[in-house]
C-alpha cells in the first residue's frame, strides 16, 4: 500500500492566484497543512512557474502535478501537447513533477466515439515521449466518461486506446457517472496515479423553487428538483471517504487531491479547512 500524499488541485485557487500570486497563495494552503498541489487553469508564466519553484524551496510544497491538453483548451488558460511540447517538459523538470494530467476530454472529441478514439491515440503518442523524459501522463475522468458504446464505457475506450497513458480518477464524477468510486479505484490499480476528492452532496431545495410551486410553474419546481446534486468539502457530502483513500492507496495512488468545484457561498480557505479536518478526523494526518 503506497503512502499517498493528499494535496489540494489548484483550479479552486486560480483567484488567489489571481490576486496575490502563486507563493502567497500556497502558503496560506501550506499553513493550513497541505503540503502538495495539482497545478490547474492557472497561466504558466515566468512570474508564476518562478513563484511555484519559490513554493518548492521555501514551503517545501509538493508539485504533484501538471496539467496540459493535447489541444488548446477552449476558455481557460493552458498549454497543449502539440504546440508548447518542450515548454511543457521543461517546465515538468524545472518543478520536478513527474505527473501530467489531461483535465478533460476536448470539446470535439466528444462527438463521436470514432473522435474519442482519435484523441486516445494521439494522448498515448504523447505519452510514449513523455515517459523518454521519466514524466507520466494521466487522464480525469468527468461524468461524460460513463456513457456506454456497443456496452463499454467511454473511459474503458480511452484506456484500452491509450497504453501508455494512466488515470487521474475524480470520485465525485464517478459517482455522477453512476458508478462506485471505490470499485471504481480498484477497477483501475496499478494504472492510477492520483485521485480526486471531491464530495457528493444532495442539497436542499432553494425557496425558489417553493415559490415557483406557488406560482404554478410546475416545470420550473422539477428542474430545481432534478438539480440538487452538489459539489461538497470531503466529510461533508455521501461518498465513503473512509473507504476510498484506502483503495486509492492500495491502487497505488501517488496523491489524493481536494477539490470542489462551486462553493456555495463559502471562501475556498473555509472549504479546504473543513476538507483538512474531516480528513483528519477519518484518521488520515499522516498522509499530509
Request: net charge negative.
Amino acid at each position: 500500500m503506497s503512502m499517498a500524499k493528499i494535496g489540494v488541485q489548484a483550479m479552486m485557487l486560480r483567484e488567489s492566484f489571481a490576486e496575490a500570486g502563486a507563493f502567497e497563495t500556497l502558503r496560506k494552503v501550506n499553513a493550513i497543512g497541505y503540503n502538495a498541489v495539482e497545478i490547474s487553469q492557472i497561466e504558466m508564466n515566468e512570474a508564476n512557474v518562478s513563484e511555484l519553484e519559490k513554493s518548492r524551496t521555501e514551503l517545501g510544497i509538493d508539485i504533484a502535478a501538471l496539467s496540459v491538453a493535447v489541444e488548446k483548451p477552449v476558455g481557460r488558460p493552458g498549454e497543449s501537447l502539440r504546440d508548447d511540447f518542450a515548454k511543457i517538459v521543461d517546465d515538468a523538470k524545472r518543478l520536478d513533477s513527474k505527473l501530467l494530467r489531461i483535465g478533460m476530454l476536448p470539446f470535439s472529441a466528444m462527438s463521436s466515439i470514432e473522435a474519442v478514439i482519435d484523441f486516445a491515440k494521439e494522448a498515448n503518442g504523447y505519452a510514449e515521449q513523455l515517459a523518454e523524459h521519466g514524466i507520466g501522463l494521466y487522464y480525469h475522468n468527468h461524468h461524460i466518461e460513463f456513457a456506454k458504446f456497443g456496452g463499454k464505457y467511454m473511459l474503458d475506450i480511452i484506456a484500452d486506446n491509450s497504453a501508455a497513458m494512466g488515470m487521474e480518477l475524480d470520485v465525485h464524477w464517478v459517482q455522477r457517472g453512476g458508478l462506485d468510486p471505490v470499485r471504481t479505484i480498484e477497477k483501475y490499480a496499478g494504472r492510477t496515479a492520483m485521485v480526486h476528492l471531491k464530495d457528493y452532496r444532495i442539497g436542499a431545495l432553494a425557496p425558489e423553487a417553493f415559490g415557483k410551486l406557488e406560482t404554478g410553474d410546475i416545470a420550473g419546481f422539477m428542474a430545481e428538483f432534478k438539480d440538487v446534486v452538489q459539489f461538497a468539502e470531503v466529510g461533508e457530502g455521501n461518498l465513503d471517504f473512509a473507504s476510498i483513500v484506502p483503495a486509492a492507496q492500495a491502487a497505488g495512488a501517488q496523491y489524493m487531491l481536494v477539490e470542489q468545484d462551486e462553493l456555495y457561498g463559502r471562501t475556498v480557505w473555509d472549504a479546504l479547512q473543513t476538507s483538512y479536518d474531516n480528513l483528519i478526523g477519518l484518521g488520515f494526518k499522516d498522509l499530509f
